[in-house]
C-alpha cells in the first residue's frame, strides 16, 4: 500500500464486454493517480464470459461485488439483462442514479442543465413478470407497493437536501393508471411533508417528456417508477450530447454498482477510439458514494479541462484523440 495515500477501498472490477474493457482501464488509470488507495478485484461477466463459462454472470462475480465496497461496471452486450438486471435484484439495489448536466464541447443542446433522474429499480414493469402467451397475445403485470415507492422517494428527497437541490418532481401517469401511479403520487406527497424545506410537483411522464425539450432548466431531481425513468434518462442523455458522456448509479443497503450507459459499442471496440468520459464520470459518483469528495472534485475538474480546451477530445466529440491521450490528458490535468 502507498502510504503517502489516505483512505483504503476494496473495488470489484467488471469489464465486460467490448470497449467496456477499454474504457476501464482508462479510467483505473486516472485513479490510481489520486490521493486514494484502492484495492482491484476483477469479476468476470456478459457476452463473452457467457461463450466461455456459460453463464453471464457467474457466482464467484456476484460474490466479489459482494465483499466489495463498490463495484465498477464497464458494458455488457446482448446479455445486458441478464447480467445488471440481475445484480440490482441480488444485491437489492433499488435507487438508479442517472445524472443529466451539460458539458462544454459535447454537442449538448443547452448549456445551463443539471439535474438528476432517481429511478425506482425493483419493481414496475422490468422486473419481467409476464405471463404465457393467450390466443388474443400476451399480459406483463406492474406491480407498485409502498414499500418500495416510499423507499426510492425519501431517497429523492434526501438526495435533494445532501446536493444542494431545491425542488423534487414527481413523475407518473396517474390519470391513466389510476391505482399504481395514484399510489405512486399519494406516497410522494406523503414522504413529502418530511421534507418542508424542499419544493414539490408532479407532472405527467407525457408531459415532462415534453417539458425535457422545452424547459430542462426547471428540473433537479426528477423521481419515477422503472420504465418512465429508462426511458426519460435515455432522453435526458440526448439533450447533452449522447450516452456517451453520461454515468449512473445503482444504489442499495448492502452495495452499490457505477457504470456508463452506452453500451459494449462492437463495432468500435478494441480500436482504442471509445470515448471514456462515461466511465469516469461513473467512477467519479462511485467517489462521492464513498465520502471521497474532494479528490471526486479534482477528477471532475480534469475532465472539464479537457473539455474545455477541446484539443484531446475522441472522435464522437469532433476530435482525433485516442481513449488513451485522452486519459493521458486527464492525468496531465490532475
Known sequence: MNTSKTNSYKIAVVPGDGIGREVMQATLDVLEHLNIDFEYVYGDAGDEC???TGTALPGETLDIIRDADACLFGAAGETAADVIVKIRQEMKMFANLRPVKA???T???FDNIDFMIVRENTEGMYIADEESYTDDGAIARRIITKEAEKRI???AFKYAVENNKTK????????VLKKTDGLFREIFYEVAKDYPDIATEDFYVDATAMYLIT????????????LFGDILSDEGAGLVGGLGLIPSAN????????EPVH??????AGQNKANPIAMMLSAIMMLRYLGENKEADRFEASILKVLNDANTLTGDLGGSATTTELAGEVINNL
Not at 424547459?215 to 422503472?226: A, D, H, K, L, S
Not at 444504489?251 to 457505477?258: K, P, R, S, T, V
Request: aromatic share 8%; glycine share 6%; charged share 20%.
Open 251 to 258: 444504489i442499495g443497503e448492502d452495495g452499490a454498482l457505477f
Open 103 to 105: 458539458y462544454p464541447n
Open 168 to 175: 423534487v418532481t414527481a413523475v407518473h401517469k396517474a390519470n
Open 50 to 52: 457467457l461463450e466461455k
Open 263 to 268: 453500451g459494449s459499442a462492437p463495432d468500435i
Open 153 to 155: 422517494i425519501d431517497y
Open 215 to 226: 424547459q430542462p432548466e426547471n428540473f433537479e431531481v426528477i423521481v419515477t417508477t422503472n
Open 107 to 109: 454537442n449538448s443542446l
